[in-house]
């Protein structure tokens, strides 16, 4: 199934994307659920919209946290630089930062160089801690697809990551969860980024070096997961800048594609400002 959030007058709704591609011979559609199926049991209300009728929105708000993971594959650590850390090297970011599909990427004056990272995202379904791995599928509620935006200028000279990883609209999620795969299935996916169209990401989520389920334990092992939390797996090699004017998909195979434009100043023309 794939749940999606959208909006739809004063308070988003819920529903169940149905694709074309899934052998109907109807548009894409979304029907309405009666509610959030991660807070609590739902019901289809029995209205159907067509999926181009309505807007998206990242399919969670977490409610506490965003928990990501640093050099989680072998290439993008050493693309960086940086060895493959002993002990797994996560960091938060704050709910504040997610954004949903096409809503704009805003680039803070404060940096000259925005990334993106294209990974995956797990959504957790179940209050948790210390859960062991053999558990772990009990309470993911499903997969989206994430862009975990860093300032890399920042996350540099600022020696930890709240503020470089941790702008509002540094989050963005979508198009929606996918809550049919099984762990092995998600633990290989074909994931993509692109710039403008150009392919600059091509990794595949089997390339992690943390496993779903070991990500999970280690991070409930220090930290209460709740219902709606988001944990990002990592991001794999070819990360790059990104510019005011641009757009950023990030693609993953059996889920989605999100889609983002960059907005605000130009850092050149920051820099301009600033010297007038
Ligand atoms: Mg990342």
């Known amino acids: 199934?794939?749940?999606?959030?959208?909006?739809?007058?004063?308070?988003?709704?819920?529903g169940v994307v149905e694709l074309a591609e899934d052998g109907g011979s109807h548009p894409d559609t979304v029907s309405v659920l009666t509610g959030d199926p991660i807070a609590m049991s739902v019901q289809l209300t029995g209205e159907r919209k067509e999926l181009s009728s309505v807007r998206l929105l990242a399919p969670v708000i977490p409610r506490s946290k965003i928990v990501a993971v640093g050099r989680n594959?072998?290439?993008?650590?050493?693309?960086?630089?940086?060895?493959?850390?002993?002990?797994?090297l996560t960091f938060f970011k704050p709910n504040t930062s997610v954004i949903g599909p096409g809503e704009p990427i805003m680039y803070p004056g404060a940096s000259r160089e925005v990334s993106f990272e294209g990974e995956l995202a797990l959504v957790i379904g179940r209050i948790c801690k210390e859960v062991p791995v053999s558990r772990v599928p009990e309470v993911i509620f499903g997969y989206t697809v994430a862009n975990d935006v860093t300032a890399r200028d920042l996350q540099r000279s600022d020696g930890q990551w709240a503020r470089a990883k941790g702008y509002d609209t540094f989050c963005p999620l979508g198009p929606w969860i996918t809550t049919h795969q099984q762990i092995e299935e998600a633990a290989a996916l074909a994931i993509r980024t692109t710039l403008d169209g150009e392919l600059r990401q091509d990794g595949n989520t089997k390339?992690?070096?943390?496993?779903?389920?070991?990500?999970?334990?280690y991070i409930s092992s220090y930290t209460t997961l709740l219902p709606g939390d988001v944990i990002l797996t990592g991001t794999p090699s070819g990360v790059g800048p990104m510019l005011p004017g641009q757009e950023v998909s990030v693609e993953i195979e059996g889920i989605g594609t999100l889609?983002?434009?960059?907005?605000?100043a130009r850092p050149d023309e920051t820099s301009k400002q600033a010297e007038q």
Do not use: S
Not at 1 to 14: E, L
Not at 73 to 88: F, I, Q, R, S
């Open 207 to 217: 390339d992690m070096i943390l496993t779903i389920p070991e990500l999970v334990a």
């Open 259 to 264: 889609t983002n434009p960059v907005a605000g």
């Open 1 to 14: 199934m794939r749940i999606a959030r959208f909006a739809a007058g004063r308070d988003p709704q819920y």
């Open 73 to 88: 594959y072998a290439a993008h650590a050493a693309e960086m630089g940086d060895e493959v850390p002993k002990t797994p």
